[in-house]
């Protein structure tokens, strides 16, 4: 998978979607289970949701980045006992910098992925510029399918319009821990898959798009406790995901 050309990253701030309560988390996901299927399956999608305990995620990295970008993947996965074969998601992860004018650049660092599952324990270096290094990126452009409006009107296959990577500022990675008021050592990042409907007017498909929420999870013992709620608390990204990014294309096309 390839990282297109550095573009501009809009300045996003508290208070429009990019902030999520659980009411819209779930939503969302629903939503994406509703209009996203791999070709020649019409079941929703296995691993949907994945967990990085934080030390690791910033051991990634000899310093903070400027942007982290979660690109999007499949693998396969073929069940022991009746031999069906289903595509679950994965996905990689790179830490950029940027320019000083507002432009994301090439990874800083090794482009991760996860060695089997995604458990926090194992990742893979890997370089996403050189083709055929990350068979999963290549797996998800050719097999996964969405309805872009109506389900009712079928399921297409994506296309070079579609978002391959969603990048967000690394400042609200953070906040979600220091709004949240956590310790790395207790927490965990959480990407999960959602969805939403978009008009056209950034130059991406208007409808429905595969998009990314951040949440932060707290180990309390055994159980992990995500921080989502309803209220609005005392700080913007308190009880609350950071939804979606900007997704790329078409945030990252070249200008």
């Known amino acids: 998978m390839s990282i297109l050309p550095p573009a501009p990253l809009p300045q996003l701030v508290p208070g429009d979607p990019k902030i999520v309560g659980l009411t819209a988390y779930d939503r969302y996901r629903l939503d994406f289970a509703e209009h996203f299927r791999t070709t020649g399956s019409m079941n929703a999608l296995l691993g949907q949701v994945q967990a990085i305990p934080w030390p690791q995620l910033l051991a990634l990295w000899p310093s903070a980045p400027k942007y982290l970008a979660i690109h999007y993947g499949l693998v396969s996965y073929t069940d022991g006992t009746s031999g069906a074969t289903a595509w679950i998601m994965r996905y990689g992860i790179s830490g950029h910098g940027d320019d000083g004018r507002g432009n994301y650049v090439p990874p800083i660092a090794p482009f991760y992925m996860p ?42 296959a994506l296309d070079a319009d579609d978002a391959r990577v969603c990048i967000f500022p690394f400042g609200r990675v953070e906040a979600l ?18 969805t939403r409907s978009y008009n056209a007017s950034d130059g991406g498909h208007a409808g429905f798009r595969h998009g990314i929420c951040l949440c932060l999870l707290k180990q309390v013992g055994h159980v992990r406790e995500r921080q989502l709620v309803n209220d609005t608390l005392s700080h913007p990204y308190e009880g609350k995901g950071a939804d979606l990014g900007n997704l790329c294309p078409p945030i990252c096309k070249a200008t």
């Open 177 to 194: 821990l220091t709004d949240n008021r956590a310790t790395a050592a207790e927490s965990l990042l959480e990407i999960s898959t959602i």
């Open 115 to 156: 060695e089997v599952e995604w458990n926090g324990t194992s990742f893979v270096p890997a370089v996403p510029d050189v083709v055929g290094q990350w068979p999963a990126g290549e797996a998800y452009q050719d097999k996964m399918r969405v309805a872009r409006t109506d389900v009712d009107q079928g399921f297409v």
